[in-house]
């Protein structure tokens, strides 16, 4: 797979929104990660190469990084991580918690551009031949 020809300045700006602590060791390889996940599906969306994505979607690129390193908790040690409440009751006080494939099957069908990016993302989508 091509790399994103501005790809180290990208991962600089998302290593400055989420400064690495040392909690957790794979903190490089998860921006990594994120990044190329999210510029893999933004060239898919656009129909653009890799190489070609214009500079005018830096921000965007790492926005949706951002929104999806947060959302996924990639950045944060499984042990630190939010239980993820499926049910609370109040009387007699009982607490559900999803289990890893439920989350893992939620987070699936989750699409990673949100209305607010793909509005910005139509702007620069070209028709597939």
Same mark, same amino acid.
């Given at each position: 797979?091509? =790399? %994103?020809?501005?790809?180290?300045?990208?991962l600089t700006?998302?290593g400055?929104?989420?400064p690495? @602590?040392?909690s /957790?060791?794979? $903190?490089?390889?998860?921006?990594?990660?994120?990044l190329?996940k999210?510029v893999? @599906?933004?060239?898919? $969306?656009?129909?653009?190469? #890799?190489?070609?994505?214009?500079?005018? +979607?830096?921000?965007? +690129?790492?926005?949706?990084?951002?929104q999806f390193?947060?959302? %996924?908790?990639?950045l944060?040690p499984?042990?630190?991580?939010?239980?993820?409440v =499926?049910?609370l009751?109040?009387? @007699?006080?009982?607490v559900?918690? =999803?289990? #890893?494939?439920? #989350?893992?099957?939620? +987070?699936q069908?989750?699409?990673?551009?949100? @209305?607010?990016?793909?509005?910005? +993302? /139509?702007?620069?989508r070209v #028709? =597939?031949?």
């Amino acid at each position: 797979m091509d =790399k %994103h020809p501005r790809r180290d300045e990208l991962l600089t700006q998302l290593g400055l929104l989420n400064p690495d @602590d040392g909690s /957790n060791p794979s $903190y490089q390889v998860m921006l990594e990660f994120g990044l190329d996940k999210v510029v893999s @599906d933004v060239a898919n $969306y656009t129909h653009l190469p #890799v190489t070609e994505l214009p500079v005018e +979607l830096d921000t965007v +690129l790492v926005g949706l990084c951002q929104q999806f390193l947060v959302t %996924h908790q990639l950045l944060t040690p499984v042990a630190d991580r939010d239980g993820d409440v =499926k049910t609370l009751s109040e009387g @007699d006080t009982s607490v559900t918690f =999803k289990s #890893v494939s439920e #989350v893992y099957a939620e +987070l699936q069908s989750v699409n990673s551009l949100t @209305d607010n990016y793909t509005a910005q +993302l /139509n702007s620069f989508r070209v #028709v =597939k031949r």
